[in-house]
Nanobody
């Protein structure tokens, strides 16, 4: 599966962004999907994940209550709605997919990665 992330940009602290990740292929609805981010000089970290049906989600503590992951299997797309953004949310955001049923929080749980989209939050 190929993944294309979009929706990043420059936003002021307290603002919102919605990231999208479009997937190719006919089996999108069998994949669990995740969002990760990587800030300069830091390791890639988990943000949110969702199972194939959307019934199960997981979030990093740092974004819980501010971010919502969702998916539209008819459109082969997963979303990350981010609200109340903070400067520390600045990073390149990556979407990832795995054919497993587990809603993983580790990058090692995912087989496929998109190219990333930059999110910059100014103070």
């Amino acid at each position: 599966v190929q993944l294309q992330a979009s929706g990043g940009g420059l936003v002021q602290a307290g603002g919102s962004l919605r990231l999208s990740c479009a997937a190719s292929g006919r089996t999108f609805d069998t994949y669990s999907m995740g969002w990760f981010r990587q800030a300069p000089g830091k390791e890639r970290e988990f943000v949110a994940a969702i199972n194939w049906s959307g019934a199960s989600t997981r979030y990093a503590d740092s974004v819980k209550g501010r971010c919502t992951i969702s998916r539209d299997n008819a459109k082969n797309t997963v979303y990350l709605q981010m609200n109340s953004l903070k400067p520390e949310d600045t990073a390149v955001y990556y979407c990832a997919a795995t054919s497993g049923v587990r809603v993983g929080t580790s990058a090692y749980d995912y087989n496929y990665w998109g190219q990333g989209t930059q999110v910059t939050v100014s103070s």
